[in-house]
């Protein structure tokens, strides 16, 4: 009977043992935090570009799609006549009808993929750009009965920011930072910055300046980066951080869903 209580404490002891370190582990995890602290506002094409744009006898423009099987046709507008659209405007044509949104940007060259399963064309436009800033709007357009294109839905940067917030975390041991989905470790990384000071000591993870798009494929996918803020400097730094991934979907009712994030793979 001894041996067996011995035995018996000895596994409730190891066991113990066992939740305390998750505990501990669970204790050590902090939320990363966010750039975007509100909801961006969508752009508006200056007046003057939108008169220009009604009185056009010609726009002059590129294609981002031209999806012949499919009779999709995806354009940034360039210039009306003779007057730049100051990076505003993208025209979509399914057949001889053609649709204008002249309040989506078409900087930085935007990407439209048509589902013709799903009866989607997702299209990317840029929200914030600059140094080290990547940040793109997706939109989910549709076309109805008469072939013409309206925006079903749109995916306000702050949001999807804000829905990958609840899910990651991090630990950072010395200059080792690693990276979490919940319970699933993402990545595993090494500082090699040695010039800016050390973490910063409140917030030393965030992300919200690299959050984009590929809709390469018949579903999209947002991909983003972390940003490390160090004691000294303004800026934050991806020297070291990797990039993940995730499909999204979307129900009839507008609600999105992030699915499993990942680390991409570095080209």
Not at 97 to 118: D, G, L, V
Not at 220 to 249: Q, W
């Amino acid at each position: 009977m001894k041996r067996n209580s011995f035995i018996s404490l000895a596994i409730v002891f190891a066991i113990g043992m066992m939740m305390a370190g998750c505990k501990t582990a669970d204790v050590n995890k902090k939320q990363l935090a966010g750039t975007m602290e509100e909801p961006l506002q969508s752009d508006t094409m200056p007046d003057h570009v939108q008169q220009a744009l009604a009185k056009a006898i010609k726009y002059h423009s590129h294609d981002l799609l031209n999806d012949t099987v499919n009779e999709i046709l995806v354009s940034s507008i360039d210039e009306a006549d003779q007057t730049s659209t100051e990076g505003y405007g993208i025209q979509v044509t399914k057949g001889a009808i053609s649709t204008t949104f002249p309040n989506i940007r078409h900087t930085r060259e935007p990407q439209a993929k048509y589902n013709a399963k799903t009866g989607d064309l997702w299209l990317t436009s840029s929200a914030m750009e600059g140094t080290g800033v990547r940040v793109e709007w997706l939109h989910q357009i549709r076309f109805g009965d008469n072939d013409l294109a309206y925006v079903k839905t749109e995916f306000n940067p702050y949001g999807v920011q804000q829905e990958l917030l609840q899910r990651l975390s991090y630990t950072i041991d010395g200059e080792t930072i690693s990276l979490y989905d919940g319970e699933k470790l993402l990545a595993t990384v090494t500082n090699t910055v040695k010039d800016m000071g050390g973490f910063d000591d409140e917030q030393p993870l965030w992300i919200g300046e690299q959050l984009y798009y590929d809709v390469s494929s018949s579903e999209p996918k947002v991909i983003f980066t972390p940003g490390v803020k160090f004691n000294t400097g303004l800026v934050l730094t991806y020297d070291d951080m990797p990039e993940l991934s995730a499909p999204i979907t979307i129900d009839e009712n507008g609600l999105f869903t992030i699915h499993e994030i990942s680390v991409m793979d570095k080209q």
